[in-house]
């Protein structure tokens, strides 16, 4: 099995940067896409950025030209580097991998415990 551990949430002002990583555990296993989300206090958990195997990125409107992902293939890690932070990019952030496949058995979808980013005024 594999597990998602994130690291790098924290305190910061607004206009600061911060980032976060995520490595899965263990080996033996091929990631297709990964990924961050969020969830603001009382809001549903919406997607910040992905990026797929081959690199190719997708980002949330609102994290557009502030934000980048990247992610390392061989040491199965993904980063979420945050730049010009607002108050609203508050939430916790969750680690994403998707299609993690071992020579016999496929997990669609894997979730990390979450960081919290907190974003002072």
């Known amino acids: 099995q594999v597990q998602l551990v994130e690291s790098g949430g924290g305190l910061v002002q607004a206009g600061g940067s911060l980032g976060l990583s995520c490595a899965a555990s263990?080996?033996?296993?091929?990631?297709?896409?990964m990924g961050w989300y969020r969830q603001a206090p009382g809001k549903q958990r919406e997607l910040v950025a992905t990026?797929?195997?081959?690199?190719?990125?997708n980002y949330a409107d609102s994290v557009k030209g502030r934000f980048t992902i990247s992610r390392d293939n061989l040491k199965n890690t993904v980063s979420l580097q945050m730049n010009s932070l607002k108050p609203e990019d508050t939430a916790v952030y969750y680690c994403n991998a998707r299609d993690v496949v071992f020579p016999t058995t496929k997990y669609l979808e894997v979730w990390g415990q979450g960081t919290l980013v907190t974003v002072s005024s």
């Open positions: 263990g080996s033996g296993f091929r990631i297709s896409d």
């Open positions: 990026i797929t195997r081959g690199g190719s990125t």
